[in-house]
């Protein structure tokens, strides 16, 4: 199989995550991962289900690359699984768990679709969380062991590495505030696994590079625009404080090798070179947008230096987010303000909704809500690239229904409506609406 080129075209297409979609949780010697363990504690998962089955992607793939094909993708974003391939985070490589990545690259390939490997999708595996998991400055260390096994089976072939999904949400859901996996509530404590998994990052993009030369490596951050509730200077202050931790944490450090201001003082668990190594230059930033985030000075009993407050006035998806598109162009516009010359091609790697989207009668998703929210949100990239932004593709979130974390099943964000009683799959309107939105390109 010959490597897709990353550069040249707009990537158009669709992402996964590997805990999300492929089930088979004991295959091919597979070890267990912090999301294994989290699902089994009772109360933590919506329906109280778990990723075990998912999709089965693992044994239905050649349906996603059909999928992808059908829709015209010329990318396909897809997470590999840490514990697939070193069962215990590290030594022992697992060869039948990376042999499922390859036979999904060269499926990709074979179709013209060019695969987008993202390394770490929160899938760590458990004896690195017994030893301390993100929060430990080990586990750094081990990431980048795993991306030089992963880039030296791949490399050849991927044609575009993301090394973290989300560092933000994970640092924040799973070690602030403990609704995700692994589950910890260390508040502003949670710092430290942010800062890890930065330096897993700068420390992977090394190993890429080494491993894979030539190939684009990008981190693909979770990012909002930030408002105040009001101009107060309390309510000024929350929200810049809001978004020194939600977007500049990973972004100033990536892209400027310094940490904002307002996060000066968090820092004993920043060594003396860290910042050097977390600012690999990038060939690419993912961008994963979903909403903006409106914050206000904190109550008199939060702990934290701000508080959300839900966005009033504009229509929400099924999961309660507020639909707002224009927040993506004030977004891209504002990192390209704010960045500059220091801001790489942008690709977004993950914008879409989730509603209830239950089949009519005849089996069909008329999901008329989730083509709207498409679409506007296209437009709202196509406005950036007007203003100038450098923007080169357009993943949506997501292929297929899968299992939404703490959600569980209950969340739908796919293009695909997925009977998780069967597996079987079945394209929604939106799918095909996609199809001929890609066709008509920009
Ligand atoms: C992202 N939040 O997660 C993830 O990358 C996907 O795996 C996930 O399925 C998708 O978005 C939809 O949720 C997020 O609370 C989870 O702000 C939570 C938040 C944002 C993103």
């Not at 993202?118 to 004896?127: C, G, K, R």
């Not at 080494?210 to 105040?228: D, E, F, K, Q």
């Not at 960045?339 to 998703?365: M, Q, R």
């Not at 196509?382 to 993943?395: F, I, K, P, S």
Request: some cysteine; proline content about 7%; hydrophobic content about 40%.
């Amino acid at each position: 199989m010959t490597r897709v080129p990353a550069s040249g075209q707009f990537w158009w297409g669709a992402a996964t995550a590997s805990y999300q979609v492929e089930g088979a949780v004991d295959a091919d010697g597979r070890g267990r991962s912090i999301w294994d363990t989290f699902c089994d504690e009772p109360g933590r998962i919506a329906d109280g289900l778990s990723g075990a089955d998912a999709c089965r992607s693992y044994d239905r793939w050649r349906e996603d690359v059909q999928l992808l094909d059908g829709l015209g993708a010329n990318a396909y974003r897809f997470s590999i699984a840490w514990p697939r391939v070193q069962p215990q985070g590290h030594g022992r490589v697992n060869p039948p768990g990376l042999a499922y990545y390859d036979r999904l690259v060269d499926g990709l390939l074979e179709h013209g679709i060019a695969p987008f490997a993202t390394l770490y999708h929160w899938d760590l595996p458990q004896p690195l969380e017994d030893a301390g998991g993100w929060m430990a400055r080990d586990t750094a260390e081990r990431f980048a062991e795993y991306a030089a096994v992963v880039a030296d089976a791949l490399g050849d072939r991927v044609a575009c590495w993301g090394t973290l999904n989300e560092p933000f949400v994970h640092m924040a859901l799973g070690y602030a505030f403990g609704t995700h996996a692994p589950g910890e509530v260390l508040l502003l404590d949670a710092f430290a696994a942010g800062h890890h998994q930065l330096l897993g990052h700068g420390l992977a993009a090394q190993a890429l590079r080494a491993g894979s030369p030539g190939t684009p490596v990008m981190l693909v951050n979770n990012l909002t625009p930030v408002r105040a509730t009001s101009t107060s200077p309390e309510d000024a202050e929350a929200a810049h404080v809001y978004d020194a931790f939600h977007n500049r944490m990973f972004l100033d450090t990536v892209l400027l090798g310094t940490y904002p201001d307002a996060l000066a003082e968090a820092g004993d668990v920043v060594h003396d070179g860290d910042l050097a190594t977390i600012s690999q230059p990038l060939d690419l930033l993912g961008v994963n947008y979903y909403n903006p985030t409106l914050v206000a000075a904190p109550g008199a009993d939060n702990p934290l230096p701000f508080e959300l407050v839900p966005i009033e006035g504009y229509p929400t998806t099924g999961f309660g987010w507020p639909v707002v598109p224009e927040g993506l162009t004030e977004l891209l516009v504002g990192l390209r303000d704010t960045y500059g010359d220091a801001l790489p091609p942008v690709v977004i790697t993950e914008n879409g909704c989730a509603y209830p989207d239950e089949p009519g009668p005849d089996g069909e998703v008329d999901d008329a809500d989730r083509i709207a929210y498409l679409d506007a949100h296209i437009s709202a990239v196509g406005a950036a690239r007007d203003a100038g932004v450098d923007v080169r593709g357009y993943l949506a979130w997501s292929l297929l229904d899968n299992f939404e974390w703490a959600e569980g099943y209950t969340q739908r964000f796919g293009l695909t409506h997925v009977d998780f009683a069967t597996g079987d799959r079945r394209p929604k309107a939106s799918y095909e609406w996609f199809r001929g939105r890609i066709a008509r390109g920009w």
